[in-house]
């Protein structure tokens, strides 16, 4: 009778053993598969990774770039340029304020007075094409060359990264550059004002150019400017450049 207690706590403390073994054992469990869940999420992570990275994402597809046309580094660089009109498109047109002209596989161009384009037989107040012969389109750039206009080869040479303006003339540099204004008076011979050299020192004189309403007043201002004269044409040095192509 004495050993049954002892029999009964013997059992107690076995189960309180067992019982304590497992929940040790279901925490070791725990702690332990935190850690492992975490490194299997990683490397899961890392996998995708790799895989869109040799394979691409689905569903997108990296957009294909033009080659440049001018890079003949580039396959493909020999396309032709860009095939969109630019400016000058027209002798005259009043959005783009210059007068044209189309000779020797290039195009003539000058910003002009009204009182020059008068002399051209130009109307300021609307656009004009140009001539569909190209006779007449020949005598008109003598004309126009004699008023100082520059010349742009074409197609023209667009600079690194630029392939289209929407005037020529803003982005190039012309072929043949000329820096002359030119008068014509009534009486005979030419006033000829060299501005290579910039027009410091010459403004706000210089505004009397837009403000002459008569050639014989452009000619005055040209000659308050330090403008000079000559009475042959042929003979001028100035008008050299400007008397041939």
């Known amino acids: 009778m004495g050993s049954f207690p002892d029999e009964k706590s013997t059992k107690a403390e076995m189960h309180a053993r067992l019982t304590t073994d497992a929940k040790s054992s279901k925490s070791s469990r725990t702690r332990t598969s935190k850690p492992l869940l975490a490194i299997l999420t990683?490397?899961?992570?890392?996998?995708?990774?790799?895989?869109?990275?040799?394979?691409?994402?689905?569903?997108?597809?990296?957009?294909?770039?033009?080659?440049?046309?001018?890079?003949?580094?580039?396959?493909?660089?020999e396309l032709p340029a860009p095939v969109e009109p630019f400016e000058p498109l027209k002798r005259y047109s009043l959005d783009y304020g210059k007068v044209a002209c189309w000779q020797d596989g290039g195009v003539w161009i000058k910003e002009l007075t009204p009182v020059e384009m008068s002399s051209l037989g130009i109307d300021r107040f609307r656009d004009t094409a140009r001539a569909l012969e190209q006779a007449d389109e020949d005598a008109f750039c003598t004309r126009l060359r004699m008023h100082g206009a520059s010349f742009w080869q074409l197609p023209p040479q667009w600079p690194e990264h630029v392939n289209w303006c929407e005037a020529m003339d803003d982005c190039v540099q012309p072929t043949k550059k000329v820096s002359l204004e030119v008068g014509f008076p009534t009486s005979g011979g030419v006033w000829v004002l060299d501005t290579s050299q910039g027009w410091e020192g010459l403004y706000p004189q210089s505004l009397g150019l837009r403000n002459a309403l008569t050639m014989d007043e452009r000619c005055e201002v040209i000659k308050d400017l330090g403008g000079r004269f000559c009475e042959d044409i042929q003979a001028c040095p100035e008008m050299a450049a400007l008397l041939r192509p």
Request: without cysteine; glycine residues 8%; hydrophobic residues 35%.
């Open 42 to 77: 990683l490397l899961s992570l890392a996998g995708a990774a790799f895989y869109f990275y040799r394979n691409g994402v689905p569903f997108y597809q990296t957009p294909t770039l033009s080659p440049s046309w001018k890079d003949e580094s580039i396959p493909g660089s």
